[in-house]
């Protein structure tokens, strides 16, 4: 049997602490059960300490996923290591991750420290998270531009005071794969208790190497990968999991590894994350972009016609994209639709299924065919199970050419419905101003995110907004054929999440989570 590689996904740690991928804690849960399905080996929670929302997501996971090990970050002190234990606690498996940077660079520029005073301090915090729990990662942030013999005589000790594994980022995306895989190999070579922890990789992809990096890594003897979900993380972003799983998986014959990684996985853990973040998938990205599996030129789809290893080198059915032979429209009934979304790796109960028929019949009225991409466009979007306030009853936009844009809106409370009608830049604006008319509620619109989730005039765009309530961001998403109807509804879902969130204890504060990432 081959060596196997553990996956640490970060996409809750370090992808979400990136521009454009906050999600509260419902949303991280939602992704957090996604990650298990996905088999993954270490879930990153958060970074309990840098607010109060991100604690509340380490602890909600630590409590309900217990198929895999949950970490939580926190800096070299015992402040940090208290809170982030505090968390996980509950965890079936708790990992502390420590981490302190050790480049000279970051000692005299950020900390202002010695050496021997981050060699003590590093020490001392792994010791004390040693008293907590026993699976203690230790992180020497900047790693691949720290001094080779200091690396060195900090991991010893880090691993005599109980750190079983040794994370060695490539914080700012600067190494190249030969300089990567030497490090791992001289630490290997020289450290002499090295045999009782594991090296990690921890990869940025500032260069786009972040998976070449990680994958010289496991060559020279790492047998821990951190990743994300679509590559997604600080600045250009992490090494993207599905694309590291899919190279070992492809190549065997030149890497002789294995991940536990449930493949089939990969394509929804993609969809669900972006329709999460709003952060979109480029469409040429390797593994999960709409482009990765469709062959354009003649002479391809010729070859691909005749055999698909012409021009394929990995299935799209592996990653769990799945093509349906059964063509969904407004004259399908439930057990169709319910039969579709199983295929399609989603088991739905009756409930889901009614509410997923009723968004799928309207839907079939303005769309001739509905495609699998549509299916979980809806899905994605349905079940959020968030407290209501409002819904949209009706919605009429005037607009055009040098003039301002009306918009008349019309929403329901269940129990009385509301009027207003408001001018705005554009359409879209006009109804938010509408919106903001009728609930009082007053919000500042950060990110506005429209994508089609299939193609033709009747395609489904998926629409992902971010808004800011009272300095709190909140995320709402919708899909539609209609893009004024699905931005409305998405914003009207933000709206909602701030009214049924008022105390704001759920969700995150951008200014403290600032405060910590700045560390
Ligand atoms: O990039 C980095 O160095 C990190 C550490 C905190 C693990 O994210
Ligand atoms: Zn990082």
Redesign the pocket.
């Known amino acids: 049997m081959s060596d196997k590689i553990y996956i640490f996904d ?1 996409t809750l ?2 992808g979400e602490q990136s521009p454009g991928c906050s999600m509260n804690t419902q949303e991280k849960m939602k992704m957090a059960r996604q990650l298990e399905a996905l088999n993954v080996d270490i879930i990153e929670a958060g970074f309990p300490i840098a607010s109060d929302g991100d604690f509340e997501a380490v602890r909600e996971i630590s409590k309900t996923i217990k198929g895999c090990t949950i970490a939580g ?1 926190c800096r070299a002190t015992t402040l940090d290591i208290d809170r982030a234990f505090e968390a996980l606690q509950y965890a079936a498996k708790p990992r502390i ?1 420590v ?1 302190i ?1 050790t480049s000279d660079i970051h000692l005299k520029h950020k900390l202002n420290k010695t050496r021997e005073q981050v060699l003590e301090q590093s020490i001392n915090a792994v010791a004390y998270a040693k008293k907590l729990t026993n699976d203690i990662e230790f ?1 020497c ?3 691949s531009r720290s001094d080779i013999d200091y690396l060195c005589q900090i991991i010893e000790a880090v691993i005599n005071a109980g750190a079983t594994t040794i ?1 060695l ?4 995306g600067y190494a190249l794969p030969q300089d990567y895989g030497t490090m791992i190999s001289i630490i290997r070579g020289r450290v002499k208790n090295i045999g009782k922890a594991v090296l990690s990789t ?1 990869c ?1 992809n500032d260069l786009g190497l972040a998976v070449s990096n990680s994958i010289a890594a496991v060559v020279n003897g790492a047998r821990q990968i ?1 990743c994300t979900i679509n590559g997604i ?2 600045r250009a972003g ?1 090494a993207s999991l599905e694309e590291f799983v899919m190279a070992l998986k492809t190549r065997p014959d030149a890497l002789p590894f294995h991940t536990d990684v449930k493949a089939e996985e990969i394509y929804k853990s993609s969809r669900l994350l972006s329709t999460l973040t709003g952060m979109m998938v480029q469409r040429n990205k390797a593994i999960v972009g709409a482009n990765a599996f469709s062959h354009e030129a003649g002479i391809h789809q010729d070859g691909i016609i005749k055999s698909r290893m012409t021009y394929e080198i990995m299935t799209p059915e592996s990653v769990g994209i799945k093509h349906s032979t059964l063509v969904l429209g407004k004259h399908s009934g439930r057990h169709a639709l319910k039969k579709r979304f199983e295929e399609l790796g989603y088991s739905l109960n009756p409930e889901e299924l009614n509410n997923v028929y009723t968004e799928f019949t309207q839907l079939a009225d303005k769309k001739k065919e509905i495609l699998d991409e549509d299916l979980v466009a809806i899905l994605n979007n349905k079940f959020d199970n968030d407290e209501t306030s409002f819904t949209l009853s009706s919605l009429q936009v005037m607009t055009g050419t040098g003039v301002k844009s009306t918009a008349v809106v019309e929403l329901s409370d269940g129990k009385e419905t509301f009027v207003d009608s408001a001018t705005g830049d554009g359409p879209v604006d006009a109804a938010y101003n509408a919106i903001e008319r009728i609930t009082k509620m007053n919000g500042q619109l950060t990110d506005y995110n429209i994508k089609s989730v299939t193609w033709g005039g009747d395609a489904v765009g998926e629409v992902v907004v971010k808004v800011i309530f009272n300095d709190v961001i909140f995320t709402g998403h919708a899909a539609s054929t209609d893009i004024v109807t699905g931005s409305v509804e998405a914003y009207l879902q933000a709206v909602n999440r701030a009214i049924s969130a008022k105390s704001a204890k759920s969700a995150e504060d951008p200014a403290i989570k600032k405060q910590a990432n700045a560390v």
């Open positions: 970060t740690r370090d970050l991750h981490f940077a992180s942030e900047d790693a994370n980022p490539d914080t700012v921890h940025h951190e993380g600080e992490n």
